[in-house]
């Protein structure tokens, strides 16, 4: 599959403060990235380099062909951004705000309000072209923002945090868009999140801390490499059963009336269930999770 962005070593400082050090990545074309990381991680200014915003300090980036900081304008015609904050009018309706925006891309009027129309329709918000933008609600006011990023047509769609603040219904209209996106207009996405659910819907991840890369794979591999299986028990007895496993040197931990036992895989639970059936009221067997894995990584949790 054909690089679409590529970056070699690149660093940023602001004053004594290394915000990225040395950072390496390659997202492929037609690609959903996900890069995550904790709060102060380096994501917001890797990103705004990315996107032309902010010049790195030392290092690399190619996108599309192009090299930031000698191609920039021609970089800018590649790419669309989704900010989290919105930069459109809440008093101008969804169409009123989106043929403005697209002026700065200097087509023909009647290329504008086509390429308009083009993106109201992937982005299924024909209905509400006519709304106010500041009356929609939230899940409506993301596929607005992402429909202004589309009228140029660019081939790489940068997504900061596009859900946060969204309930999970809404979140997953947004991401039916973005999939519909990736996989009819082949188009790349890079996305930043703070949910690591939706990292696991990507075809690659990267863990930002500290301002370096401190893993990467599919959200399979990051699961297998830094997350187990749980084996979550409801004993009869809690006490008697703690002593039991303590006895037979089966490492767990407690959380309220349940034990867990790390496990490899989920075939491991069989001989434990076996072993210890007479002493169990309940169970389940759960997979490790990209939260899991992203807590091994960083020793942190995700946050908004």
Do not use: C
């Not at 929609?136 to 990023?149: E, F, K, M, N």
């Not at 973005?178 to 690659?204: C, N, P, W």
């Amino acid at each position: 599959m054909e690089t679409i962005i590529e970056v070699k070593q690149l660093k940023k400082k602001y004053g004594h403060i290394v915000a990225v050090d040395g950072l390496d990545l390659t997202v492929k074309k037609g690609s959903l990235l996900a890069f995550v990381g904790p709060n102060g991680a380096g994501k917001s200014t890797t990103i705004h380099m990315l996107t032309t915003f902010l010049a790195p300090d030392q290092g690399e980036i190619t996108i599309a062909g192009y090299h930031i900081g000698k191609d920039d304008d021609k970089i800018k015609a590649h790419i669309g951004i989704v900010f989290q904050d919105s930069v459109l009018d809440a008093l101008l309706t969804v169409k009123e705000n989106l043929m403005i925006r697209g002026g700065v891309y200097h087509m023909k009027r009647d290329e504008l309000k086509q390429a308009v129309a083009e993106a109201m329709k992937v982005t299924d918000i024909s209905d509400i072209s006519h709304r106010r933008y500041g009356t929609l609600s939230g899940g409506q006011r993301r596929r607005v923002d992402i429909a202004r990023a589309l009228i140029h047509h660019p081939h790489i769609l940068f997504l900061d945090e596009p859900t946060t603040g969204l309930d999970p219904q809404t979140r997953l209209l947004v991401w039916d868009t973005i999939h519909r996106l990736q996989k009819e207009q082949g188009m790349t996405v890079f996305l930043t999140t703070h949910y690591m659910e939706e990292a696991s819907k990507a075809d690659y991840v990267y863990v930002i801390d500290n301002g370096k890369i401190v893993a990467k794979g599919t959200p399979n591999e990051l699961k297998d490499q830094y997350s187990s299986d749980t084996l979550q028990i409801k004993p009869f007895d809690k006490k008697v059963f703690h002593q039991l496993l303590e006895q037979d040197q089966v490492t767990f931990y407690k959380e309220a009336d349940t034990v867990i036992i790390p496990i490899s895989q989920g075939w491991d639970a069989e001989p434990l269930l076996a072993k210890y059936r007479p002493y169990i009221a309940s169970f389940q067997v759960l997979n490790g999770t990209m939260d899991d894995a992203f807590v091994k990584i960083t020793g942190k949790e995700l946050r908004a």
